[in-house]
């Protein structure tokens, strides 16, 4: 399995952004696809994460500002950043489970996301 991530770059404060990852491989029709999150000098952090089903969670740091969705058919999860923040600045990681009952996980290269005036 590859994810490929996109969609990262330079945002001014109270702008938007969206990432996108591709998935392509073997993939099993339950996984969870989630978002990470690693600042300078900070320890990576869950952002959001959705299952097959749909159900999609957020970190409380981006609720009400982040969405996650995902497009089955191509493989591809999203994430719509609005509203950014200077503490958004991160490399911003996708990460797949591949099949829920596995410890089959895999991550993207990174994209880059600089929210500065």
């Known amino acids: 399995v590859q994810l490929q991530a996109s969609g990262g770059g330079l945002v001014q404060p109270g702008g938007s952004l969206r990432l996108s990852c591709a998935a392509s491989?073997?993939?099993?029709?339950?996984?969870?696809m989630r978002w990470y999150r690693q600042a300078p000098g900070k320890q990576r952090e869950l952002v959001a994460a959705?299952?097959?089903?749909?159900?999609?969670n957020y970190a409380d740091s981006v609720k009400g500002r982040f969405t996650i969705s995902r497009d089955n058919a191509k493989n591809t999860v999203y994430l719509q950043m609005n509203n950014l923040k200077p503490e958004d600045t991160a490399v911003y990681y996708c990460?797949?489970?591949?099949?829920?009952?596995?410890?089959?996980?895999?991550w993207g290269q990174g994209t880059l996301v600089t929210v500065s005036s």
């Open positions: 959705m299952g097959s089903g749909g159900i999609p």
């Open positions: 990460n797949m489970l591949n099949g829920y009952r596995t410890a089959n996980v895999y």
């Open positions: 491989g073997s993939i099993a029709s339950e996984n969870v």
